[in-house]
């Protein structure tokens, strides 16, 4: 009996939380993004110079999201995956945030051009 609970509490744990290589995300769920979004797209690829599917992209809504212990607002990771803070899925520009990041394959030094092009890199993300 007590190994079935076990079990039952672990699956329980790693539904309320994902933790991947110093990211901790809290209450996720996978969404459809928001019409607005590919408006959102196509200024950012228009702004950075590169162009790609937007439905090549994985969006998740998460109720908090800590990178290397920080909270953050959103979160990219490859292949094509943007996860936002519930709070943030109808913030353009920590949307376009990390849209430009999947445009530039991750970047996360905020090195390229396109951070200051496109007027988002000061989004915490």
Not at 47 to 69: L, M, P, Q
Not at 92 to 121: F, I, K, T, Y
Request: charged share 20%.
């Amino acid at each position: 009996m007590r190994p079935l609970m076990a079990a039952a509490l672990g699956t329980v744990a790693l539904a309320a939380c994902t933790s991947l290589a110093g990211v901790e995300l809290t209450g996720v769920r996978r969404f459809t993004p928001l019409p607005a979004y590919s408006d959102w797209w196509t200024e950012t690829e228009a702004c950075s110079g590169r162009a790609a599917d937007f439905g090549r992209i994985e969006w998740w809504e998460a109720e908090t999201i800590t990178v290397n212990k920080q909270i953050v607002l959103a979160h990219w990771e490859k292949p094509h995956k943007i996860t936002l803070t519930r709070f943030h899925v109808a913030t353009a520009s920590v949307v376009r945030h990390e849209m430009l990041h999947d445009l530039l394959d991750g970047d996360p030094n905020h090195a390229d051009e396109a951070w200051q092009a496109c007027g988002v890199s000061g989004v915490n993300g």
